[in-house]
């Protein structure tokens, strides 16, 4: 069974930076695409960035030039730095394989508030 865990997230000031980490097991991690998503109050999850096997990336409009992900494929573990970050950038985030966002099972995810 595959296991996510996030963590890194937290409190920052608009302009501020975090990075975020998520551990994966179960898996062959370093075959699968994996990325991150995020949930905001009240609207539904979206993707915010992905990194395939071979590390090409690939990022949501909002995020470009902001957020970078990648991954370390000894430690199973894909990261997610985030850099001037936006109020609007507040929300729960969640890291999955691509391929089993489908099945709609998640970790717990970490919270990232930005404010003042």
């Known amino acids: 069974q595959v296991q996510l865990v996030e963590s890194g997230g937290g409190l920052v000031q608009p302009g501020g930076s975090l990075r975020l980490s998520c551990v994966v097991s179960g898996t062959m991690f370093r075959i699968y695409e994996m990325g991150w998503y995020r949930r905001a109050p009240g609207k539904q999850r979206e993707s915010v960035a992905a990194i395939t096997s071979g590390g090409r990336t690939n990022y949501a409009d909002s995020v470009k030039g902001r957020f970078t992900i990648s991954r370390d494929n000894t430690k199973s573990t894909v990261y997610l730095q985030m850099n001037s970050l936006k109020p609007e950038d507040t929300a729960v985030y969640y890291c999955?394989?691509?391929?089993?966002?489908?099945?709609?099972?998640w970790g717990q995810g970490t919270q990232v508030t930005v404010s003042s």
């Open positions: 999955n394989v691509v391929s089993r966002v489908r099945y709609d099972d």
